[in-house]
């Protein structure tokens, strides 16, 4: 194996048949059943992606859960933001979803939720660890059920969160993008039931991914020219799990994915002001956006789990990850990429505009995003990067990210889900950006 599966708070994941196989992702999900015993968990939810290898991993699950005296409850292919949803509306005392989300093809991982509908923490995944290797208690009253009609409850809530009345006389024709993932049934329903003229594209959850998952505009080709076939008003792109949203303009022109927080924090703050929480390599037109306001944003460290805390911690009205990743907790308290669509969608109904021109409207910046393989040690690399810029102000709570006084940021840290890191840069234009990052990069590879 050329590296090891990685395990953190967003889950357990690897390359299938190398870093992650059939008894990597057992001792994983036994460990798992273990810290839900000592909960006192009875009712598991279980569900997955459409990758090929989550039928094999849901059967291992099954297995195990059933084993250890559980009452599973499995949904088959679901988007991530579901099972959080219906954990925290439903009885259930914790679940399991099968995916890994963005990643290439080749990848998978399981994601746990403990039953407060919340990733675990660091506390839980430390305890998690040392229970690896050992087995769950076994014990009788095990059960599987399907339920393959419970993840339309999660549209119905986003329905009753929302002026449905103003986006249904707009009429919107949309085309949506899933991917052949998660995303294939309820991302189209909710469209539907805000009464657009649909057109779905890859929309058949057989795991053979149309393009490349991660939704970045270079992957995203097919949806652009079909938003201009159809004439469509906006385009939504979802990655494999669903979590995450990135926008088509009615020109087709994919929209930078650090724009889809923008809008939704935009549509939140014109019904409901308040402050926000976003990470720490989120762009800065979120907070300036939020600053226009009069409100505050409070960064945390990247990772899901890690603004969903912030959100509670500050009761921000709306946060989430400039990767697309929208948290509204009025709707659901995890990246949403359902809520995302409802969000733009309202604002864009009683805007009266385009969605170009919503967009434009935006104050914009350069962001450069890079990655690089790394084996060296991150805290020297740190300390060099904080030695290069001795004009800024540094900020060692996720990697390091340090702000200049021209609006201008860098920031290296190490990927929560792949064996790499990530040095990116923001300015009010590609060359400062670019600057950055170049004297970023020479520091870490020296």
């Avoid at 409850?73 to 933001?81: C, F, M, N």
């Avoid at 991914?209 to 080709?221: G, I, K, R, T, V």
């Avoid at 740190?382 to 390091?400: C, L, S």
């Avoid at 609006?407 to 234009?429: D, K």
């Amino acid at each position: 194996m050329t590296h090891q599966a990685k395990f953190a708070i967003s889950g357990l994941r690897g390359v299938w048949g190398d870093t992650l196989n059939e008894e990597i992702s057992r001792t994983h999900i036994e460990a798992f059943a273990i810290f839900l015993q000592k909960q006192g968990a009875k009712k598991i939810l279980l569900g997955r992606d459409s990758r090929k290898s989550g039928s094999i991993i849901k059967d291992i699950a099954i297995d195990i859960l059933t084993k250890a005296g559980f009452e599973v409850t499995y949904v088959e292919i679901v988007p991530t933001p579901t099972i959080i949803f219906l954990i925290r509306s439903t009885p259930f005392d914790g679940g399991i979803m099968i995916t890994a989300s963005h990643n290439p093809p080749e990848y998978n991982g399981i994601k746990f939720f403990t039953k407060k509908a919340f990733y675990i923490d660091e506390q839980e995944l430390s305890e998690i660890k040392t229970y690896v290797g050992s087995k769950p208690e076994q014990k009788d009253g095990g059960s599987v059920a399907e339920n393959l009609d419970l993840d339309i409850t999660h549209v119905e809530h986003v329905l009753n969160n929302i002026n449905t009345k103003v986006i249904q006389d707009r009429k919107f024709k949309i085309v949506i993008d899933t991917i052949n993932g998660a995303g294939y049934k309820l991302g189209p329903m909710l469209l539907e039931r805000l009464g657009a003229d649909v057109t779905v594209i890859n929309g058949t959850p057989d795991g053979n991914f149309a393009h490349m998952p991660e939704p970045l505009a270079q992957n995203l080709s097919g949806l652009a020219a079909k938003v201009k076939e159809v004439g469509a008003d906006i385009g939504f792109a979802e990655d494999p799990d669903a979590d995450r949203l990135v926008l088509c303009d009615e020109k087709g022109v994919i929209i930078f994915e650090e724009y889809t927080l923008a809008l939704a924090i935009e549509s939140v703050l014109n019904k409901t002001p308040g402050d926000i929480v976003t990470n720490l390599s989120t762009s800065n037109t979120s907070e300036d956006l939020v600053k226009s306001f009069g409100y505050k944003n409070y960064r945390t460290k990247v990772g899901e789990g890690n603004v969903v805390e912030g959100i509670i911690e500050h009761h921000a009205v709306i946060g989430g990850e400039g990767s697309g990743g929208v948290i509204y907790p009025k709707m659901n308290l995890c990246r949403d990429s359902i809520t995302g669509m409802a969000l733009i969608l309202e604002f864009l109904a009683t805007s009266d505009k385009t969605i170009s021109e919503l967009v434009s409207s935006l104050l914009h910046y350069d962001l450069i995003k890079t990655k690089m393989p790394f084996d060296g040690d991150v805290n020297e690399a740190i300390d060099k990067i904080i030695k290069e810029f001795p004009d800024g102000t540094a900020n060692k709570e996720d990697g390091i990210r340090i702000d200049f006084p021209d609006s201008s940021w860098v920031q290296m840290r190490s990927s929560n889900t792949e064996p790499i890191i990530r040095i990116w840069a923001e300015a009010r234009t590609k060359e400062r950006a670019g600057e950055l990052i170049d004297r970023a990069t020479k520091q870490v590879t020296k």
